[in-house]
T-cell receptor, first 113, second 106 residues
Framework: GGIITQTPKFLIGQEGQKLTLKCQQN?????MYWYRQDSGKGLRLIYY???????QKGDLSEGYDASREKKSSFSLTVTSAQKNEMAVFLC????????????FGHGTKLSVL | GQQVQQSPASLVLQEGENAELQCNFS?????MQWFYQRPGGSLVSLFY???GTKHSGRLTSTTVIKERRSSLHISSSQTTDSGTYLC????????FGSGTKLTVEP
């Protein structure tokens, strides 16, 4: 088995601040994903990466940057935090891009003051 | 991208009752997955790439890919089943529905 570790678990930021969320997986999976979950809503895809140094935009990529410098890690940057923004960011991984089971981390809860 | 509709949005049951959750997809899909999320928790895969009918304990998933729909049946519900159930379609990447929030009361 493996595990996906997201850090930090909780992140409090100020309006306009650049914030970085980190994700590590030891499944040796090729593909990694960042999803955003707003209260009472489903998950929306921000970025995904099918291999080291690859980046693909999801439906919600505006306002975010991502980086996949190693196969095991995938980081997400909120380029300018929005006031009163509150959401959970979930990292996931799968062996390959298509038709594969996804495994999720426990999430980073973001609050912007 | 793919649109995924889940119903009902919320459901309250008494312990022991059965639940039927529905998922419909707007376009063709390669496969789909069902997930369970406890409040404040991570997502756990319940069924992966089910076609036809599959069983796991008290859970039954019935998926008809060509009709772009899937259902999740929970029999003899327990309070520990409370949480959010999410379906997702695999169309290159996963597209998620908004979920069904299930509350099972003792």
């Amino acid at each position: 088995g493996g595990i996906i570790t997201q850090t930090p678990k909780f992140l409090i930021g100020q309006e306009g601040q650049k914030l970085t969320l980190k994700c590590q997986q030891n499944f040796n999976h090729d593909t990694m994903y960042w999803y955003r979950q707003d209260s009472g809503k489903g998950l929306r895809l921000i970025y995904y990466s099918i291999t080291e140094n690859d980046l693909q935009k999801g439906d919600l990529s505006e306002g975010y940057d991502a980086s996949r410098e190693k196969k095991s890690s995938f980081s997400l940057t909120v380029t300018s935090a929005q006031k009163n923004e509150m959401a959970v960011f979930l990292c996931a991984s799968s062996m390959q891009i298509s038709n594969e089971r996804l495994f999720f981390g426990h999430g980073t809860k973001l609050s912007v003051l | 991208g793919q649109q995924v509709q889940q119903s009902p949005a919320s459901l309250v049951l008494q312990e022991g009752e059965n639940a039927e959750l529905q998922c419909n997809f707007s376009t063709s899909l390669n496969s789909m997955q069902w997930f369970y999320q406890r409040p404040g928790g991570s997502l756990v895969s319940l069924f992966y790439n089910p076609s036809g009918t599959k069983h796991s304990g008290r859970l039954t998933s019935t998926t008809v890919i060509k009709e772009r729909r899937s259902s999740l049946h929970i029999s003899s519900s327990q309070t520990t089943d409370s949480g959010t159930y999410l379906c997702a379609s695999n169309y290159n990447v996963l597209y998620f529905g908004s979920g069904t929030k299930l509350t099972v009361e003792p």
